[in-house]
């Protein structure tokens, strides 16, 4: 089996999406912070996030580079990565959210589950983490079993990560990631599989932004 490019067709719920795989190093695009030589492809998980919300919301595909070079004019690079609330408050301030069909309140980083709840069931986004340090998109809710679940987007697909697996309740089918393993010298000593769309706990995510869906100006 091949390794998974720069991205991937998949469908969820009847809609088809194309996945960005953050994984590839063909991410080339700067994403710096102080010229610290970052790429998305080790630094634009906040790019990936939005940019897989608003494909889900209005099936709008953006191009990550124009969405991270919006993202350094307005502020939104931080020196860990994407500062998501400087980024999303520029991207309002600027238009440019107006024309992907989002709005952002200026909310910051929430952790109100109650409302991040509300806010998915009535059919909008959000960016979050799931574990410190990685910012995913939230797309959909569900009750299943008399248990909440959120479905998200992860770009490096952290399905099976340590901090996450154990909250992972479904992975979607054709989400499959196929990746390299190297060791610390960069050499490929062996290959992994996970998934890029899979159904959490809805208490799972933490420091969430929330996207309301609006009509796209574009």
């Given at each position: 089996?091949?390794?998974?490019?720069?991205?991937?067709?998949?469908?969820?719920?009847?809609?088809?999406?194309?996945?960005?795989?953050?994984?590839?190093?063909?991410?080339?695009?700067?994403?710096?912070?102080?010229?610290?030589?970052?790429?998305?492809?080790?630094?634009?998980?906040?790019?990936?996030?939005?940019?897989?919300?608003?494909?889900?919301?209005?099936?709008?595909?953006?191009?990550?580079?124009?969405?991270?070079?919006?993202?350094?004019?307005?502020?939104?690079?931080?020196?860990?990565?994407?500062?998501?609330?400087?980024?999303?408050?520029?991207?309002m301030a600027c238009g440019f959210a107006a024309e992907c069909g989002f709005r952002y309140d200026d909310d910051g980083l929430l952790n109100d589950h109650e409302l991040l709840?509300?806010?998915?069931?009535?059919?909008?986004?959000?960016?979050?983490?799931?574990?410190?340090?990685?910012?995913?998109?939230?797309?959909?809710?569900?009750?299943?079993?008399?248990?909440?679940?959120?479905?998200?987007?992860?770009?490096?697909?952290?399905?099976?990560?340590?901090?996450?697996?154990?909250?992972?309740?479904?992975?979607?089918?054709?989400?499959?990631?196929?990746?390299?393993?190297?060791?610390?010298?960069?050499?490929?000593?062996?290959?992994?599989?996970?998934?890029?769309?899979?159904?959490?706990?809805?208490?799972?995510?933490?420091?969430?932004?929330?996207?309301?869906?609006?009509?796209?100006?574009?």
């Amino acid at each position: 089996m091949e390794m998974t490019g720069k991205t991937k067709e998949m469908t969820c719920l009847g809609r088809a999406l194309r996945f960005c795989n953050q994984k590839s190093r063909d991410w080339t695009h700067p994403y710096e912070y102080e010229h610290n030589g970052s790429t998305l492809s080790n630094a634009g998980c906040g790019v990936f996030a939005l940019v897989h919300a608003v494909e889900w919301m209005h099936g709008i595909r953006l191009d990550p580079d124009q969405v991270a070079e919006i993202s350094v004019a307005v502020g939104g690079r931080g020196d860990d990565g994407t500062d998501r609330p400087a980024m999303l408050h520029g991207m309002m301030a600027c238009g440019f959210a107006a024309e992907c069909g989002f709005r952002y309140d200026d909310d910051g980083l929430l952790n109100d589950h109650e409302l991040l709840w509300r806010h998915m069931t009535a059919g909008n986004a959000a960016l979050c983490n799931l574990r410190v340090g990685h910012i995913v998109a939230l797309l959909a809710a569900r009750e299943t079993g008399g248990r909440r679940q959120l479905l998200a987007m992860d770009s490096v697909a952290e399905s099976a990560s340590e901090k996450v697996r154990d909250h992972v309740r479904e992975v979607v089918p054709g989400s499959e990631i196929r990746y390299p393993i190297r060791n610390a010298a960069g050499d490929t000593v062996g290959f992994g599989e996970s998934w890029a769309l899979f159904w959490v706990d809805a208490d799972l995510p933490k420091d969430f932004n929330l996207l309301h869906k609006v009509e796209p100006r574009r």
